[in-house]
């Protein structure tokens, strides 16, 4: 079982980074193969033209770095997508990222690598209303459906916009492990059933 943690924070070491690190420990001690990927670390440009049938598109941008990240995202069974709220939405690495999919989600030769993944949503902020993150959870959602995935749950930290300051909230890390870790074993169970 492979995890795969997108990070879309800019800020290694920050609490969103923070929050995936917790939960990929969860989910290497349910036996998972975990890697953690900075989008920023990645020449990903915008999406470009695209033509209006989704089977038929190419990506006019596939000279850059997202073909390597993307043939990674293919190859595990769980994304984790980690992420600051930056103006009520994902940052800007993760947003191309997740534009740049719409060449190839629906492409014959990738379809079927993107159905069937388990996903979990991450997300730290600055505000302290918990009821914000909703305004990228929502969307978040309707990306993970569109992939054909499995949304497994999502953790979101309000009042964290000092780097480091989850530290001070001990009790997220247990319900960021124990998601990695049920994540992992719904995800084994779902593919032994199959």
């Given at each position: 079982m492979k995890v795969l943690a997108l990070l879309g924070s800019p800020?290694?070491?920050?609490?969103?980074?923070?929050?995936?690190?917790?939960?990929?420990?969860g989910a290497a001690?349910?036996?998972?193969?975990?890697?953690?990927?900075?989008?920023d670390d990645f020449a990903i440009r915008p999406i470009g033209e695209v033509a209006d049938n989704s089977r038929a598109r190419s990506d006019s941008r596939a000279d850059d770095d997202f073909l390597k990240i993307l043939e990674t995202f293919l190859d595990a069974q769980i994304i984790i997508w980690s992420t600051p709220i930056y103006w009520?939405?994902?940052?800007?690495?993760?947003?191309?990222?997740?534009?740049?999919?719409?060449?190839?989600?629906?492409n014959p030769q990738y379809a079927e690598r993107f159905t069937g993944k388990g996903h979990i949503f991450l997300c730290t902020y600055g505000r302290d209303d918990i009821e914000y993150s909703k305004l990228v959870t929502e969307p978040i959602k309707n990306v993970i459906e569109t992939l054909r995935g499995i949304y497994l749950g999502d953790i979101c930290v309000p009042s964290c916009y000092e780097k480091g300051k989850?530290?001070?909230?001990?009790e997220i890390?247990?319900?960021?492990s124990d998601m990695g870790k049920n994540a992992v074993i719904h995800m084994i169970n779902q593919i032994t059933t199959m």
């Open positions: 800020r290694k070491g920050g609490n969103s980074d923070i929050l995936a690190d917790e939960l990929l420990k001690q349910a036996g998972a193969d975990t890697k953690k990927l900075y989008l009520a939405g994902v940052s800007a690495q993760m947003k191309c990222f997740i534009d740049r999919m719409s060449s190839y989600f629906n989850i530290l001070a909230k001990p890390f247990k319900q960021a």
